[in-house]
């Protein structure tokens, strides 16, 4: 897609989507669960402000600090005014809007530049075409446009970079699941890292991880989405959340530029527990596991403390499940079936070969220290870690840079 279509694809958005409706009122919850959950409000942002993560992924801090003041500053109406990010239609304020504007400044400079430094600045596009869409709600129209945007100059990065990019499309269950393997070279087969991230995020932010880690390790990297998310939309998230992961492991021989016999699987949040319930089903197909940041157990397995969470939490997950309405109690009572230890994974006597590194960062409720150590203690060479930074930046670094000694060793077997 050439520039002017791409700016005449964000003007169709804009004179189609002015009305549309605003993310935060998109899933309809019973009164009784409205009540409960409004208790839970007292924040001036509908959405978890991920500015760590957003960086370390590309997202320029002062360019960030930026977009969301023009958010706060908005007199525009809002659907909850005490939420900054709730500006209602596209327009100014309005959050896809403002991210989707940022993407096109870079998408257009992309346009100017030649090879590497041309896909740089349309991999940051994607990025932040992609964020626009944040938090992926379903029946969200808005987000869906952004996740088109993303694809689009993604493909058009993959056209710059001095990189391999080969969209993988893997059959499964009558219809195809969409990958992008990342190639630092063709000269021989690689080892391979299967990445997947959260609920809410899509598989074009990984960029920086294979360009900073993975690729100055001679590693390939193999993305896809999550169950009911960005191209893997179709299909929603269910007991077996590694059943796409599964497929495209066991897909492996048939793509000709990787070692599937160095295979590992690595996840963020979800993805972490997905990645871990993988090295149990296929434990002769990987070579190790690294989860940060995984819901594993005990929030899964807490209604309680599910129930504080803010909203855009719960609303992720009803979407995930495709709930028409929602019943607080009922939708977080149902999360004990993710539960890797009620699956019967990490209980019982029975350990997996797969050697297991599960990080989680001090005080983060979602992944706690007890649940990264059961993680790892049903592996037969495990480590649970937790890190304790003064910074959640800092943190991600270490995190990683642990993450990817811990792979290079495994693959040495």
């Known amino acids: 897609m050439t520039q002017p279509e791409s700016e005449n694809l964000s003007v169709k958005l804009f004179k189609t989507n002015k009305q549309a409706l605003e993310t935060s009122c998109l899933v309809p919850y019973l009164p009784s669960s409205l009540e409960q959950i409004s208790k839970n409000s007292e924040r001036n942002w509908y959405r978890e402000l991920r500015r760590p993560q957003w960086i370390w992924q590309g997202v320029d801090p002062i360019e960030l600090e930026g977009i969301l003041s023009k958010m706060a500053s908005s007199d525009k109406d809002r659907t909850k005014p005490e939420w900054l990010d709730t500006v209602t239609g596209y327009r100014a304020g309005n959050w896809a809007y403002e991210w989707i504007n940022a993407g096109m400044e870079h998408q257009k400079c992309a346009s100017d530049l030649e090879g590497n430094e041309a896909a740089e600045r349309f991999f940051k596009a994607s990025l932040y075409f992609s964020i626009a869409g944040y938090p992926h709600i379903k029946g969200d129209n808005l987000a869906t446009q952004a996740q088109v945007l993303a694809s689009k100059a993604y493909d058009m990065a993959a056209k710059q970079t001095s990189h391999r990019i080969e969209k993988i499309l893997v059959p499964y269950e009558g219809r195809k699941i969409t990958c992008y393997l990342h190639l630092p070279n063709t000269e021989k087969p690689l080892p391979v890292v299967i990445v997947s991230g959260g609920m809410d995020s899509l598989q074009t932010d990984m960029w920086s991880l294979y360009r900073d880690y993975l690729a100055p390790n001679n590693m390939a990297m193999l993305t896809l989405d999550m169950p009911s998310i960005g191209h893997s939309s179709y299909w929603p998230l269910t007991e077996d959340s590694s059943c796409l992961h599964q497929a495209v492991l066991n897909y492996l021989p048939h793509i000709p530029w990787v070692d599937r016999f160095h295979a590992a699987v690595m996840g963020f949040r979800f993805g972490g527990n ?140």
């Open 274 to 413: 997905v990645a871990l319930r993988l090295s149990f089903l296929e434990p002769n197909k990987l070579k190790t596991c690294v989860a940060l940041g995984a819901p594993i157990h005990q929030v899964l397995s807490n209604s309680t403390q599910l129930k504080k969470m803010p909203k855009m939490y719960l609303d992720i997950l009803a979407s995930r499940l495709a709930k028409q309405v929602v019943d607080v109690n009922s939708l977080t009572g149902q999360m004990k079936a993710w539960s890797l230890k009620f699956q019967g994974f990490l209980s019982g006597g029975r350990k997996t070969s797969v050697s297991i590194l599960a990080i989680g960062l001090a005080g983060d409720p979602v992944s706690p220290k007890s649940d990264n150590k059961l993680a790892a203690m049903f592996s037969k060479y495990g480590k649970g870690v937790e890190l304790k930074n003064k910074t959640l930046h800092s943190g991600y670094e270490d995190a990683l840079n642990q993450m990817i000694e811990w792979i290079k060793e495994e693959m040495k077997h």
